[in-house]
């Protein structure tokens, strides 16, 4: 007796077909660098704004911090994570470990961070409030099952979404995404925004105006780079993504 193939429902098709069209829209958005031009606004501040040694004292803290020893690190770890978990912009924690730590180091200390506060926020959505959400909102989860059949892709896509990142966190939560999958498309969906955010930071550690629009100009570009090779990545027929879902089409059909 042959198998009774399943019937699609229309409304599921609906919201898979949003959801595709997020995810064009989202692989590269002008809107993502406002944030990032803001910081550059902010940090130029420091350096145009008539307050004698403004820019020498802020270095001279950063230095403090970076010089408190092994545990500098931890304790930033620590604050970035709860901070994370609350909600705090990651753009201005990424930028502020850059001034204290550089660019690599401080990338890492603040990616680690970031990530463990999203996991936070997550795992306490999925131990609280799958089913009080589904049950106010029962269309939240016929999508919160397509997202969840799409694993890190699904997470990676999401991430480069113009949200605040406590509320993709939250969400994610809500749905049947693996926690590794959850890890792997957060720590790759950070790091467009990430990359620059850092490099701004570390120009701000280098007590000069004109590197410091050189880190900031490097930050920008960066960005651009990064969105359209994640676009590639995502979107282009010869890129893995692409060919991987090509295949597992194939095999269901």
């Not at 069209?21 to 008539?50: C, D, K, M, N």
């Not at 106010?136 to 699904?154: E, H, I, M, T, Y």
């Not at 991430?159 to 939560?173: A, D, H, K, T």
Request: no cysteine; hydrophobic share 55%.
């Amino acid at each position: 007796m042959m198998a009774e193939r399943e019937v699609p429902n229309p409304h599921e098709a609906g919201v898979e077909a949003a959801l595709a069209e997020s995810e064009r829209a989202a692989a590269f958005r002008v809107t993502g660098l406002i944030p990032l031009l803001l910081i550059i606004l902010l940090v130029l501040a420091v350096y145009l704004l008539p307050i004698p040694g403004l820019a020498d004292r802020l270095r001279a803290y950063t230095q403090q911090i970076a010089a408190l020893g092994w545990y500098s690190p931890l304790l930033y770890l620590s604050a970035t994570a709860l901070l994370t978990a609350v909600g705090i912009p990651r753009l201005l924690l990424y930028t502020l470990a850059g001034g204290i730590y550089g660019f690599f180091w401080g990338l890492l200390w603040s990616q680690i961070g970031v990530l463990i506060g999203a996991y936070a926020t997550f795992g306490f959505a999925r131990w609280s409030g799958r089913r009080v959400s589904f049950e106010r909102w029962p269309k939240l989860k016929r999508f919160a099952q397509l997202v969840s059949r799409r694993g890190v892709l699904a997470v990676l896509m999401i991430r480069q979404l113009p949200l605040n990142s406590i509320s993709i966190s939250i969400f994610l939560g809500l749905t049947r995404v693996r926690h590794r999958h959850f890890l792997i498309g957060s720590f790759i969906g950070f790091l467009p925004a990430a990359i620059p955010a850092t490099l701004i930071g570390a120009g701000l550690a280098q007590g000069d105006l004109t590197r410091n629009i050189q880190y900031a100009s490097a930050g920008v570009v960066s960005f651009i780079l990064i969105s359209l090779g994640l676009r590639w990545l995502l979107y282009a027929p010869a890129s893995p993504f692409k060919r991987a879902a090509a295949g597992r089409g194939e095999e269901r059909s």
